[in-house]
Every structure is written in C-alpha cells, then in structure tokens.
C-alpha cells in the first residue's frame, strides 16, 4: 500500500508531533509514504479571504505535481483538506474558473487535470485501511480508557469524506477498534477558533475551554482529535487555565496519530505520556496489562 | 424633524438596490435567494456573542441593499470558517464561501473596517506564502503580534522559546525549491481580479 503525503505547513513546525507519529504507524501497518515532491502551502482560510484566484492556484499546484504520482494524496491536516478539495471541486463544476487557474499553473509550468483523489488521514485510515488492519497491529488496546473524540470542525463539514455531517462517527469507531471507549459529549464538532487563537486570543481560548468543560463534564480520560491546530490550540488554552486555578484538571490531548501510536508502541506510549502528561505516566492504567496480539 | 429627514437620506444613497442580485449571481452565492431568515445560522454561529451583526441579520442587511452596512462590518472577519452554519441552513446557502466573498469584495471596495485588524494577518500570511511558497509561522507570527499586540508579545514569549528550542518552530523559513515558477503563477494570479456580476 502506498500513499503520497502532502504535510502541509504547520506538520513541519507547530505540529511536528503530528507528522512523526503518522510516519511511526504508517510503518506499522505497512503504508508506504512518499512526501510530495516540492509541495507548497494550501493557502488555507487566509488567501481565499483575500484573493480567490491565488488561493486557487496555489492549491492547485499542489494537485498538479501530486497527477503524474497516480497515488491518492494523504493529508493530515484539515485545512489542507479542505483547501485542496476546494479545487477539485472548482474542476468537477466550475470549468470557467478551472481553465483561469489552469492559466496561472501553466505561468509555472503545470497543468491539472483534476484527477487527484485527496484524503483527509483520518477518512483514508477508515476506508483504505481499514479498522481491521489497524485493530491486527495493537500491542496495547486503551483498555476502557474513556477518550473524548474532538473532531473540530473542518473535517466533518460539507466537503467531509463520507462522515456524518451532523453526528461524525469515524473517530468513535476508531476509538472503540482501539479498545477504548468513546466518550459522548455535545461540543465534538464545535469551532476551537481556529485562526482566531493569535488574532482574538481571548475569544479562542474561551471557546476551547467551552470544549474541554464540555469534555470534563462528560467524564473522559483522554481527548483525541485529527487536527493539528485543534490540538494546538486546546492545549495552550488548557495551559493557560491550569496555571491559574485547576492544576492537571484537563485530560492529555492527543492527535489521531499520537492516539494510535499508543496502542502499537510502547517505548513510544511511555516517552508521550511522560511528556504530555507527567501525572498520568504515574499511574499505570493506560493500557494496564496490555497483552500481544 | 429635520435630521431625521436628512438622516434618511443619506441612507438611501448609500443602499445598493442590485447588492442582493450581485450576491446571488456569485458561484458562491447561488442560493442567497432562498434564504428563509430562520436564524438557524446566527443559533449555530459560536462567534454570533461578538459579532456585529449575526449572521442573519448580515443577510437580511444584504437583502435590504445596506451594501456598505455589510462590507465594513466586523462580522465576515470574525468569521473562522467553521462552516457548521452551511451544515444546518436548511435552505444550503454555503454561507461561509459568501462569507469569503464578502471579504474580498470589502477590500476590493475598500470598505472593510479597520477595527478588527484580521486581515493584517491574513495579508502578513499571503505575503509570506507568495515570497517563501510555505507559511513561516515564526517570521509570521511575531511581524504580527509585534506590529498589532506587542503585549500580547511578551505574554507569549516564554511558550514561543520554548517552542523553538523542542523544533515546533522553525528560526528560518523553508523556501521550496521552485520559486520563480512559483512566483511566476503566484503573481499572474494576483493580477487577475474575479469577476463581479
């Protein structure tokens, strides 16, 4: 199984831990992944807050260089999601605008065609690879770990791979193959703020401690979410709270990649756990007793 | 009596009687017309407490033809693109995509406030984009907190060094290896404007 990479900006920077732990189970289930060659930034929320035709074409690129590849394009982050997916649509539905991007690729000598299939990771682990695959690699199941499925809300909303758009399911399921136990709670696809978190900081970080009260609330040990900037952002919000009031009140966050690295790895289990969480590492219950599959 | 009368006036010379039809005639904006003003989007909104105007009042403003009301209010800054509001409408106006129209159209009419100070970032950010062909969240960042929030600055310092030394922040921007081609697309893009029906 092979698959091409786009990491977008923020895998190499902010969430580094990210993209280590993808590269760490795309090894244990056999993926082969092959970093797109010269890739650039998807544009995001900003350029196509600010210019639709460059926003386009720098997304597009992308899509250009990943054609000749012929491999579903695999992309951790969200926004990137979207943002590339933007531009598949833009060349199902809108071919006036495809040929003006089309234009501006072949300034840098490209062309799309618009037959790049893009997969966000989780919605590429839930349909290519399947749960079964990953639930054969699982040294060390949750054991009834209650972990809250923060989903955020890019990936579930309209351009979502197959999700319910109202009641997502995908990260519930993964959790469960996992061996933990998904955690119900009325905020997992509520905005984190996104963005917002460096422009309107008070605003971001009230909105994520709405989320994690949320998450509190509902009894869970662990959060896991597929975003990056979710992950970012709750937890300099839950830092920003401890220091002052609840010491160690908010439960380790995790991305999806941390989340299933866990039960594959232990040295790895130990190392994250320690360092995201020194209290938890104490106590032992992670995935007590886990046995070999 | 005679303020008001003036008052009045002004008003209608600032309405736009075509602003809704332009909206509708957008890609993005193709099913504006069908806008029931439930209010389903301004419930939905987590930003609705600091917004100018909710999201439904934005678009009643767009049917009222309170063009400039629309184009210079906080509202479709604010917005982070959650797009849980295109999830509910009932009537599947993809209300975040006009969001972004109105973005642009406020720049184009240099319209847009200046209190929110967003698009400063969202410029800082397409700057580094266009020069580098990847964003670089340090350089970005701190030209932007120490121009808009220098306090803000300080507050963030310690997270930010710590941030650099575990490598979650990078001191120098990555460029990509083909930038003149990139660039070359980059600014045939920027010239060319989107229509406006």
Known sequence: MKCLYYPGCSQK?????????????????????????????CGTTAIISLNKHLACSVAARNLALAESRNLPLVTPC????????RVNLIFQKDPELAAQINRHLGRGGLVYMGTVKVYHLLEYLMKMVSLEKIRSRICYPLRNRRVAPYYGCQITRPYSGGDDLNNPRYLDQLIEALGGEPVDFALKSQCCGGALMITRQNVAAEMCHKILDDIRFAGADLIVTPCGLCQYNLQSAAGRRRS????????????LAQLIELTFDLRNQDAYLKKIHPRLHK?????QGGSHV | MNSTLEKKIVVDESLDNHFLRTIANTPEGERILSCLQCGTCSATCPLSG??????RHLFALIRAGQKSTVLSS???????SCYQCIVDCPAQIKITDIMYRLKRMSMDTRLATRKVDIRRFYHLFEKSVVKYGRSHELGLIT?????????????????????????YLKIFPHKIRDLTSFRRMAHSALKSKEETP
């Open chain 1, 13 to 41: 920077s902010t969430s580094l831990s990210y993209e280590r732990s993808f590269l760490a189970i795309a090894r244990f289930l056999n993926i082969e992944v092959e970093e797109l060659e010269d890739w650039n930034c």
């Open chain 1, 78 to 85: 969200p926004s990137c999601y979207i943002s590339l997916h």
């Open chain 1, 244 to 255: 002052r009031s609840a010491p160690d009140k908010n439960p380790p966050i995790l991305n």
């Open chain 1, 283 to 287: 106590d032992k219950n992670i995935s």
């Open chain 2, 50 to 55: 600091i917004l100018e105007y909710t999201p």
């Open chain 2, 74 to 80: 906080n509202t479709i800054w604010i917005c982070s």
């Open chain 2, 143 to 167: 030209r932007y907190l120490l121009l808009r929030h220098p306090l803000q600055m300080l507050k963030q310092l310690p997270l930010g060094i710590k941030m650099i030394l575990n490598g």
